[in-house]
């Protein structure tokens, strides 16, 4: 019944831009701190962001402070990720998680980071 769908991925250039965005439905949205996540081939799945249900705190990993806004509009149920000034090591499957008594996983987009 819960659903979170994962999109916007794909190809970018280093120094490049991408907005991810993770739309959510069979739950109450607003109950949920959102977070972004990210697994690289051979590495564990680390944390990237988190943003409060209400949208008031977020927190993010040192490697992507500055450069990565994670955000959230609860009345279209869909949390982002806006990726700016990107880089190669920034490859991986981005996973958004919803988090409040239990989480939920989306599927994961593949963001690739290469010249």
């Known amino acids: 019944q819960v659903q979170l769908v994962e999109s916007g991925g794909g190809l970018v250039q280093p120094g490049g831009s991408l907005r991810l965005s993770c739309a959510a439905s069979g739950l109450t949205f607003s109950n949920y701190a959102m977070s972004w996540y990210r697994q690289a081939p051979g590495k564990e799945r680390e944390l990237v962001a988190i943003?409060?249900?209400?949208?008031?705190?977020?927190n993010y990993d040192d490697s992507v402070k500055g450069r990565f806004t994670i955000s959230r509009d609860n009345a279209k149920n869909t949390a982002y990720l806006q990726m700016n000034s990107l880089k190669p090591e920034d490859t991986a499957v981005y996973f958004c998680k919803a988090v409040w008594w239990r989480s939920y996983w989306g599927q994961g987009t593949q963001v690739t980071v290469s010249s």
């Open positions: 943003i409060s249900s209400a949208g008031g705190n977020t």
